[in-house]
Structures are given as structure tokens and as C-alpha cells.
């Protein structure tokens, strides 16, 4: 009996040694974890898009959602995002390459960068390179170089404080990092700190020092990951005075939501412009200067199909080739995006900035803004080319350069991780406030459901008569009905200074009934079958 209940006590102590172990590790496996599997964090940070539009400068809010990992035999967890799971393929590199090389004629460099995270044991692996081609011109020959450069840090998550450790990243052939090839941690301060204003929870400080002066941190919590931290790939950047910081804003852990969580955005939300409605633009540069022009497009006919959504526009534009006497000019243009146009616009991954415009006709806008984008077989294809192609085609800034990305590649393509270091811009048809080129043209100003928000270039309401008299239409000045005998047969769209189509139909007889009309200037649109003449008309 004695050793009976000897062997149950035993029996007893173990199973509760096996049970503890079996609630400790799982706690112990997800402690300090930087990115808590499944949990998507939001973090927010400043980046300035343009003050022209906004009354402060727009909040940035930025995800990550881990949802998958890959355990190798070495040890190591490789956690992956969507984002991260669409540059596993080497060959996806060449293939961008060879892409973006033609695109761009052989300019000078090209450089594609790549971020990762991985744990090893209790160890956050931060991989980041830089793969760039470099050309010389030699006489009329190009010369290209490619360079491989990586920069890499770890944390160990476990670290006590007083615990501190460098890295030394190669210099690779780029030799303007060769100041920052050091980088210094150092664990400062383990804590209690509340986080979101609703959680407490332990907190530790590692301090990053560059040339041994501390210029960012992360601050890390045990059981919600990272609380904040610099943009990653900031501590490879040469002239960094102050890496920044990205702070946690809220979290959405399997439905529990803390803090404040973005709405997800849908079609609907960017997809806002309907037939008549208007977009007014100027050039970034705009000073009525040679090479400055203003335009509308106003859209004549929207369809939407599973396949694809389409805009047509008819664009009205005033250049400034002579600053005295601005051209005009009168374009049909189209815009058709194709497949998963809404799962790019649905996928959180994306950076949403929440802007606060001077002129929207909502409250906030929101702006989607990141290189993080997610390419599914998905690409925009343009109709009849646009002015100078500006805000409907798919660019992508990527150190001044810019870069096509297309069906024809033989893998999906997506820039992961540290994405507010990437400029990208979705070419949103609605509430669009900056267009995707380098010297690019601004919105100013919408006509959406007949109200107008915004700045109305002075070009569409001025009352300068701009005109000459017509042979074809008469009379003109007109009253109540003017001549249109020569355009039998041909289709006709009025249009007021503002842009706006205020009568069309087809010209079954020598006269159209203008009488409706209120006083003032008038441009009139024939058109039949591929032709088009504009006249302008002054109504009594």
C-alpha cells in the first residue's frame, strides 16, 4: 500500500510537470515574438504626400499579418505574409529584370530590394538586400553590371537588459555605406508598460547606434510583438540623422480588435465617379509657363463586367506652348482594368493612408500607398493612349525610376515587408488627389453629382471669348436654334466652360434646338465614325 500510494504521488508530479510544460511552452514559443502568428498589427507613421492637398500631413497606416510558417532543419522559422510569399522564386528576379530593363532604355541603375524575416530559436533574422544593375555608356556601347549587396541584423528576443551586440555588414561594392557598416543594440530597460491604452503587458527597450550614437529603437512587447521600431531598411540608408519610428496604432488578433483598426476599404470606396462627373488637373509645375497645361476629364460612359471595368473620357486640355494664348485640345481617351481589380483594392496588406483632403466630398479619403503591392495575374491596359498616359497606367516609383510590371512575367511579383520605404501609387479612378509619375499632375478639383469641390482651373470658368466665328454653324452668336446642315447624320455632344456634356444626340435635320441653354460659351463635339470637328459657340 505504502508503495502504491508512493507510485501515485510520483504519478502525480509528473503529470503535473507534463501538464505545466504543455501550458508553459506554447506561451514560451509565442513570447516576444515580434509578429504574433495570426495577429495583424497596425502601425502608423507620418509621410508627407503633398501639403497642397492636405491640412496636416496624412496618417499612414501599415499591416503585417503573419500567417504561415516554415520550419527548417537548421532550426530556423521562416514566417511568411502574403507579400513574402510572392518573391520565393529566384527566377521571378530575372524575370523583373529583364522586364524593367527594357522598359526603362538602359538608364543608368536599376536596383530591386528585398526584405525578410526569419527565428532561429529565439533569434529575429532580418534579411535585406540589394540586387541592382548598373550601365555605363561606353561610346555608343552600354555596359551593364550586376551587384549583389546584403545587410542583414538580428534581436535576440530573450535579451536582458545590459545585453548588447554589433553588426558589421559587408561593404559590397556600393562604397557610400561604408560609414554605416556598424551597427550597434543594446537591451535598455525591461518593463510594464500599457499599450493601446486598454493593455498592460512586459515591455523591453533595444536601443540602435550607428558610429556610437543611438539614433532609433525597438520597443517590444511579450505577449503583442513589436510596439515600435524604425523602417528596417532605414538603418542601411548612408545619411540617416534620425532612423524615425513606427508606432502601433491597433491590432486585430482573430477578431478581437484594440486600438484603432483601419476600415477595409472596398470598390466602392475608390471607384466613385460616375457618367458626368469631372476631374480637373494642373501640372506639378504649374505657372503659366511653356509646358504647363491644364485638363478635364469628364466621363461619358462607365462598364463594368466580372472581367474587367472600363472609363471613357472625353478630355479637354489647355496647353501653354505659347504662354500668351494657351492651345486647346480635345482628346477620347479609355481606361480598362482588367481581372482581380478588387482584390488589389481588397487586399489588407496594402498601406492605407487616411488623408484629410481640402476638397473632398467626403470626410477622408483613403489613399492607398506602399510597395507592397500584390500582382495576381493582374495588370491595367490602356485603350487609346491618355495625355502623356498620366494616372491611368500602372507605374511604380522605385528610386526615381519607374517600372512596368505585366502579365508576360512568369511569376507574381510583390515588394514585401518594409513597404513605407516604397513610393507606389494604385491609379484609382475616383478619389484620386496625385497622379504616378515623377514630374506628375495633380487633381485639383472634382464636379461629382453637379456640386464642385476643389480649385476649377480659371481656363473652365473664365468668360474669355476664346472662340471664332464658323462657317459650318450659324448663326453664332446663336439664340434658339443654330444651322448644323454640314454635320447631317453626325452624332454631337455640347459641353460648357466647366466641362460638362449639357446636350447631345444625333443630327437628324439642318437645326438643333439650343433654346434651354443658358447664356454663355459653349464647345460643340461632332463626331462620326472615327472623325471629329469642335466648334465653339456663344449662346444669347
Known sequence: MFYLNVGIAIMKKFIILIF???ILYPSFAQNWNPFPFEQETFFKTKIPISDMFTHDAPDGIMSFKFDSVNYKPDGTAIYYDQRVRQLNNIECHDSLFKETKLMLLEKPIFALKNDSFALRNDTLIYDHYIRSIKSSKVGNVWISTEVYTPYWFYIPLNSKVGNSWDIINPKG?????????????????LGVDTILSTIQDSVKIIEISINNQVKGRFVLSKNYGLITFPPFNNLFQTENNNLGELNITGLDNKGTKMGYVPKKYTFNDFFQLKVGDIKYWVNSTYSLTPGDYVRSDSIINVERTDEYIRYDYYCVKYDYDDVSYPIKRYYDSD????SDFEQIIENNFNTIFIVKSLFSPVDYVP???????????????????LIEGIDYSYWIHNNGEQIYYSDDSICQIGMITDHNMWRSYYPIIGNDYISLELNSTLVVGFKMDGKIYGNIPKEFTSGVRDYESSAYIFPNPARDFINTAAYFGWQYQIYDLLGSCVQKGLIDSENINVASLPTGFYTIRFFKEGKQVIEKMMKE
Request: proline fraction near 5%; aromatic fraction near 14%.
Open 20 to 22: 505545466g510544460f504543455a
Open 173 to 189: 561594392v556600393d562604397t557610400t555605406l561604408e560609414k554605416y557598416q556598424k551597427i550597434s543594440f543594446k537591451c535598455t530597460s
Open 335 to 338: 481606361t480598362i482594368l482588367y
Open 367 to 385: 489613399f492607398i500607398f506602399g510597395g507592397n503591392i500584390l500582382l495576381p495575374s493582374t495588370t491595367i491596359h490602356l485603350g487609346k493612349p
